[in-house]
């Protein structure tokens, strides 16, 4: 598949069936975010995948709780290391995003899980104090199909060489 094919077609999924994720499939997924670029190749993430049930529903209270996540077939708890590199935040989201991509391929969904009690998860999940969750991903076989959602136009965000320049798309 084209990848600007799977950016344009991707959507965020709450709602899932209950079906496990092939373990080859979940792999593939993990992989692509290993491959991900980092600053200096200084690769700071590591990332815990919870299948385990009654894990994936403690993490409910802690993401607020947002249902959907105990619901899915797998959640990806994706960690930074601020001793590994400065942009221990920056460089988990660009992983998280080609494993989200990756998802896609897969025939899989995934909702980025930002509003969460990150002491809770970090308790449920025993992770060390150096290490920050940057982000949860809920992963699993999609049980919707949300549409499009509205997007900023072009006029609106790209520029050319200084800001409020509007860049001359040809198409």
């Known amino acids: 598949m084209e990848v600007f094919k799977i950016i344009s077609e991707r959507r965020t999924i ?21 491959l991900a670029p980092s600053a200096a190749n200084r690769q700071p993430w590591s990332f815990i995948v919870v299948k385990d049930e ?17 619901e899915a077939g797998a959640v990806i708890a994706v960690l930074g ?8 935040r920056q460089d988990p989201i660009i992983a998280a995003s080609f494993m ?9 969904g ?14 449920i ?8 969750v940057v982000i ?15 997007r900023k136009s072009r006029e609106e965000i790209f520029f050319l060489d200084e800001y409020g320049k509007p ?5």
Not at 81 to 88: E, G, K, P, T
Not at 100 to 108: D, I, R
Not at 167 to 171: A, I, R, T
């Open 14 to 34: 709450r709602k899932y069936r209950k079906e496990p994720i092939p373990e080859d499939a979940l792999e593939r997924i993990l992989e692509a975010g290993r």
């Open 54 to 70: 009654s894990i994936k529903n403690k993490l409910i209270d802690a993401c607020r709780g947002q249902k959907f996540v105990g």
């Open 81 to 88: 290391d601020q001793n590994i590199s400065r942009w221990y």
């Open 100 to 108: 989200t991509l990756e998802a896609y391929e897969e025939g899989l």
């Open 110 to 123: 995934v909702c980025w899980i930002g509003a969460f009690e990150e002491d809770k998860v970090k308790q």
């Open 125 to 132: 999940l025993k992770i060390p104090e150096n290490l920050s």
């Open 136 to 150: 949860l991903l809920t992963v699993g076989f999609p049980d919707e199909k949300p549409p499009p959602r509205l």
């Open 167 to 171: 860049y001359p798309f040809k198409s």
